[in-house]
């Protein structure tokens, strides 16, 4: 069983950025996808991006040009960095890890889940 570990949330003003970290126990990614959901206040998980087992990435509308995500292998991690944060962007953001090679955006892609860091932007 894959455990992950989100780091890196908090209180930021509007324009600003932060990088959330995702450790796993184990290496996932080498061969599986993985992904990054947020649950905004009083709505549901959504998909912010994920990333194949090649590399490739895949992000949502919402956040394309502003959230970007890389790995690092050696350490077992994958990041999200976010930039030109908005009200909007609050929430609480959950790092996920699939059992297939391509990076879906379904919540139902991922079979890993880990227990998520909170993101609050002020205005």
């Known amino acids: 069983q894959v455990q992950l570990v989100e780091s890196g949330g908090g209180l930021v003003q509007a324009g600003g950025s932060l990088r959330l970290s995702c450790a796993a126990s184990e290496r996932t990614f080498s061969q599986s996808a993985m992904g990054w959901f947020r649950r905004p206040p009083g709505k549901e998980r959504e998909f912010v991006g994920g990333m194949n087992w090649s590399g490739g990435t895949d992000y949502a509308d919402s956040v394309k040009g502003r959230f970007t995500i890389s790995r690092d292998s050696a350490k077992n991690s994958v990041y999200l960095q976010v930039n030109n944060l908005k009200p909007e962007d609050t929430g609480v953001y959950y790092c996920?890890?699939?059992?297939?090679?391509?990076?879906?955006?379904?919540?139902?892609?991922?079979?890993?889940w880990g227990l998520g860091t909170q993101v609050i932007v002020s205005s």
């Open positions: 996920a890890s699939s059992l297939r090679r391509a990076a879906g955006r379904l919540v139902s892609d991922y079979t890993y």
